[in-house]
């Protein structure tokens, strides 16, 4: 059994920053990537953050500079740490696991900006 779960999300004013947390555990040794999802109201299911190993990350313009995905892979866990929120980045946040026992998606956590 595999679990992976999020931490970390809350209201938070435009400008502010949060620090979201995975943790995937069960029988898992190895974790080969790590993302980010969200999805807002009304809207499909974005990528917003990837990790593969230090160093190769992914992400789109709209969170270029201002979100930084990292992994801790001896702990089967990673973070996003978000800056400079907008208004725009208010979502639920999905962290998604690809490792030796198959691709696990978290249960999500909310992120809300606003003022």
């Known amino acids: 059994q595999v679990q992976v779960a999020e931490s970390g999300g809350g209201l938070v004013q435009p400008g502010g920053s949060l620090r979201l947390t995975c943790v995937a555990s069960?029988?898992?040794?190895?974790?080969?990537?790590m993302s980010w999802y969200r999805r807002a109201p009304g809207k499909e299911r974005e990528l917003v953050a990837n990790?593969?190993?230090?160093?190769?990350?992914f992400y789109p313009d709209s969170v270029k500079g201002r979100f930084t995905i990292s992994r801790d892979s001896t702990e089967n866990t990673g973070s996003l740490q978000m800056n400079s929120l907008k208004l725009e980045d208010t979502a639920v946040y999905y962290c998604?696991?690809?490792?030796?026992?198959?691709?696990?998606w978290g249960q999500g956590t909310q992120v809300t900006v606003s003022s």
């Open positions: 069960g029988s898992i040794f190895s974790i080969y990537a």
């Open positions: 990790i593969q190993s230090p160093g190769n990350t």
């Open positions: 998604y696991v690809v490792s030796d026992r198959g691709h696990y």
